[in-house]
């Protein structure tokens, strides 16, 4: 669902037509309760939700799916979100460190939230309830992005999940600082976003994988940060794009490099 997704927007960017039978696909393919999963087939609903309503928003495709796609999203939450669970971090389990009263999405439902899920629901909900922003869909992202502010590494970064486990600092993730950074830049610019964005323009330059430089093109873009000569190397890398041989990395490269050209897929327009 996730390669399918990114391919639709990144299709749609290149005006062909395939990018509808991408629409197509996404309503027929959504769950009772208006979620997506991971794979044709599941019957559970996973993070790719997120990322659905993402492809479905784009081309201003507003119906039942859609709506059904933001109540699955304002009712999805970590395990954090059980009271259970909130007492359970708070007094148990002292392993990681992060407040449990701040939850977003996790990848899969009965699993703790996550960095990425949490950035691309935010993102999500944004864009959908952009011009008419409920009670409910408000308190959910701030909710979300209270959870992404509480997750950062030393530094103000991220990585895929939290920032301390057993005493010990982990190490920050260029693509879930790039993504978490696209879900915050419709926020306030402060000096703890200004030192993220810094550190992902420094790192950028050593990145080898496509998927994460792709994504550090994204982010840095909607940030006005110069990104020309991370195109210019992601380009020379994918070269004709033969040899890349995941849909969901190829994809995002093509969104990467439309940059500019194009309506950004994961910006929030204010």
């Known amino acids: 669902m996730e390669a399918t997704c990114l391919a639709g927007l990144a299709l749609r960017s290149a005006g062909h037509g395939n990018a509808v039978s991408t629409v197509r696909f996404l309503k027929k393919a959504q769950l009772s309760d208006g979620g997506w999963p991971a794979f044709q087939g599941d019957s559970e609903a996973a993070w790719t939700t997120a990322l659905a ?21 304002l009712e999805s939450r970590g395990k954090e979100g ?5 007492w359970k971090f708070k007094t ?12 977003g999405w996790p990848w899969i439902s009965g699993s703790a939230s996550w960095v990425i899920p949490t950035a691309f ?24 992005i209270e959870m992404l502010l ?16 057993y005493g ?4 920050p993730h260029v693509e879930a600082t790039a993504i978490a950074l696209l879900a915050l830049h419709d926020e306030q610019r402060t000096e703890m976003i200004q030192k993220s964005l810094s ?21 840095l873009f909607v940030y006005q940060e110069p ?5 210019n190397r992601l380009a020379s890398v994918i070269g004709d794009g033969r040899d890349i041989r995941n849909n969901a990395t190829l994809a995002t490269a093509i969104l990467a490099l439309k940059c500019g050209e194009m309506i950004h897929p994961f910006e929030v327009l204010r």
């Open 121 to 144: 629901s935010v993102i999500a909900i944004k864009q959908f309830t952009v011009c008419n922003r409920s009670d409910a869909s408000e308190k959910r992202i701030r909710l979300g």
């Open 168 to 171: 010990v600092p982990l190490r």
């Open 227 to 231: 990104f020309g000569g991370l195109k």
């Open 53 to 73: 309503l993402c492809a479905l928003t784009m081309p201003n495709e507003i119906s039942e799916t859609s709506d059904k796609a933001l109540s699955w999203l």
């Open 92 to 103: 148990a389990d002292r392993n990681v460190r992060f407040d449990p009263d701040k939850y």
């Open 82 to 86: 059980h009271w259970f669970w909130r």
């Open 199 to 219: 550190w992902l323009r420094q790192n950028a330059a050593s990145v080898d994988s496509v998927s994460s430089l792709a994504w550090c093109i994204l982010s």
């Open 150 to 165: 509480d997750r950062t590494c030393v530094g103000g970064v991220w990585n895929s999940g939290n920032s301390v486990v």
